[in-house]
């Protein structure tokens, strides 16, 4: 069966440290990965997705960045923690575009 | 964009009574999906629906994909404390989309 694993599970930054959030996915192969924020107010936000290594596709402007390494390895990034990159984030994968995503369970990140 | 209006928001109900909980759009979904999450955790699906009229069932949880594809509810029977959450819908349109779309959640409460 598939698994998805997110580490660190929280973490405490200081402002303008630099940032990696690593997610890998288990028991399958090309999936499609995504990185989401949620704030305290409970939405998901689309941050990055990926369909294949070396493919990113950002949602948003921001401070923060994507990569993928390798098939299973998506990685969030950041070189300057901003105050407002606090929150949730998840990782998600999907098996191919018209199955549902299954999530991670999250690094809480905290901007001090 | 597309947007999805979740109601309610919030909910306090005693252990043993049913919940309802519904999500409409202005536009179509291909796929609607339900997920619950645990405070610290990811979301974890719950129901996915793929097809207009579709009525589904995981235990005490039912969800219907509604005939204009514009909108799915969920419903708990005979709710118990670990039922406690937040409780995501999301429409999907598949095919060269890749992304969801989410309601803002309901927050469910279960007095024992």
């Known amino acids: 069966s598939q698994t998805i694993h997110q580490w660190p599970a929280t973490l405490v930054q200081p402002v303008g440290s630099p940032l990696s959030l690593e997610c890998t996915v288990e028991g399958t192969s090309n999936p499609n990965l995504y990185w989401y924020r949620q704030a305290a107010g409970r939405g998901l936000q689309l941050l990055f997705y990926?369909?294949?290594?070396?493919?990113i596709s950002s949602e948003v402007p921001q401070n923060l960045s994507a990569s993928r390494p390798q098939d299973r390895q998506f990685i969030l990034s950041s070189k300057k923690l901003l105050l407002s990159d606090s929150g949730f984030y998840l990782c998600?994968?999907?098996?191919?575009?018209?199955?549902?995503?299954?999530f991670g369970d999250g690094t809480r990140l905290s901007i001090l | 964009g597309q947007q999805l209006n979740q109601s309610p928001q919030s909910m306090f109900i005693q252990e043993g009574e049913d919940v309802s909980m519904n999500c409409t759009s202005s536009s179509i979904f291909n796929t609607w999906l339900w997920y619950k999450q645990d405070p610290g955790e990811g979301p974890v699906l719950l129901i996915a629906l793929y097809k207009a009229g579709e009525l589904t069932s995981n235990g005490r949880l039912t969800a219907q994909f509604g005939i204009t594809r514009k909108d799915s509810f969920l419903n708990i029977s005979a709710s118990i404390p670990s039922d406690v959450g937040i409780y995501f819908c999301a429409g999907q349109l598949g095919g060269s989309n890749y992304k969801l779309t989410f309601g803002k959640g309901t927050l469910l409460t279960v007095n024992p």
């Open positions: 990926s369909v294949g290594i070396g493919q």
């Open positions: 998600a994968w999907q098996g191919n575009r018209d199955q549902p995503q299954h």
